[in-house]
């Protein structure tokens, strides 16, 4: 058996489709442009390259694109000052601030002080704390990427087993709620999980977020069962370097259902989901409804 590749570059184009269509409507119907903010501090080589490419797309898909540079030493007050100013400003509806932060700013502090409407990474501990007790929120990009390709794969998610692989504020936790909330039966796994193996072996959906290169073999994994991949990790093989997931490719397809691959899967549909928050956090800033199917 070959697993059907979940296309996440395709995936992600037609999100970034239907959030073109939406911005259009709000444009030509309301008058409004929804407006992103990314806030960069320091010269990170990654941060760079991806704060670009947010930039790029955001303009592509007709929102308004505000980038903030910021050196590597700004003060703390400063950086808060900036987001301060940002809350404030309505042509503005999404805040992201770069992570990491250099080490002497407090990640924490900084992500709260973003106002939770305008939170389009998910991260404030109001959004946490809403999508938790399953009231409307913002969602994380990276899972809920992952929860539109299940869906768009499986049509209702409803009475599936899932297990999660890993337990980040970022991806394990928000991915395992966002399951729960589609009826399915979640298992969150980890590092400290009994018979690891056999817990993963149980399920219909496998959602590997662990941070760990290929450690997730293919006789882990039920017949049939969909392997999301949510894990970038950059080794050396034969000499060069190569980007791999959190499972072993080449042994998970020949048993899965279906598979995201690496790179390809997951990774490009963070951004689509970033423009899809930052249209659904204007719409709901006016009043207006929500795109459809660019939600949780």
Same mark, same amino acid.
């Given at each position: ?78 950086? =808060?000052? *900036?987001?301060?100013? !940002? $809350?404030? /400003?309505?042509? &503005?509806?999404? %805040?992201?601030?770069? =992570?990491? *932060?250099?080490?002497? !700013? $407090?990640? /924490?502090?900084? &992500?709260?002080? %973003? ?182």
């Amino acid at each position: 058996m070959s697993a059907q590749i979940i296309d996440g570059k395709a995936f992600a184009a037609k999100v970034r489709g239907q959030v073109a269509e939406h911005v259009t409507r709000l444009k030509e119907q309301h008058g409004i442009t929804p407006g992103l903010a990314v806030v960069l501090v320091g010269e990170d080589p990654a941060s760079q390259v991806y704060v670009r490419s947010k930039g790029k797309m955001t303009a592509e898909v007709g929102m308004k694109s505000v980038e903030h540079k910021l050196e590597v030493e700004t003060a703390e007050a400063d950086l =808060l000052a *900036l987001i301060d100013q !940002l $809350n404030k /400003d309505e042509s &503005i509806h999404g %805040i992201l601030v770069q =992570l990491p *932060l250099p080490k002497h !700013l $407090n990640e /924490d502090l900084v &992500i709260n002080s %973003i106002s939770p409407a305008k939170d389009v990474d998910g991260f404030h501990i109001s959004n946490v704390g809403l999508l938790g007790t399953g009231q409307k929120s913002m969602v994380p990009c990276t899972p809920l990427g992952c929860l539109m390709m299940l869906r768009e794969h499986h049509g209702s998610l409803s009475g599936l087993n899932a297990v999660v692989i890993g337990r980040s504020n970022i991806v394990g936790k928000p991915m395992a709620q966002l399951l729960l909330g589609d009826s399915c039966t979640v298992t969150i796994a980890h590092s400290r999980t009994k018979d690891l193996p056999e817990v993963v072996g149980r399920a219909d959906i496998v959602v590997a977020a662990v941070g760990r290169p290929e450690m997730v073999p293919g006789e882990w994994i039920k017949k049939g069962a969909t392997v999301i991949d949510v894990g970038i990790n950059r080794i050396e093989r034969d000499g060069k370097n190569k980007l791999v997931g959190d499972v072993d490719f080449a042994s998970c397809s020949e048993v899965a259902g279906a598979i995201t691959p690496v790179p390809g899967g997951v990774g490009p549909m963070t951004i689509a989901c970033l423009l899809a928050n930052t249209v659904t956090a204007c719409s709901r800033a006016n009043g207006l409804p929500e795109p459809e199917g660019l939600t949780a």
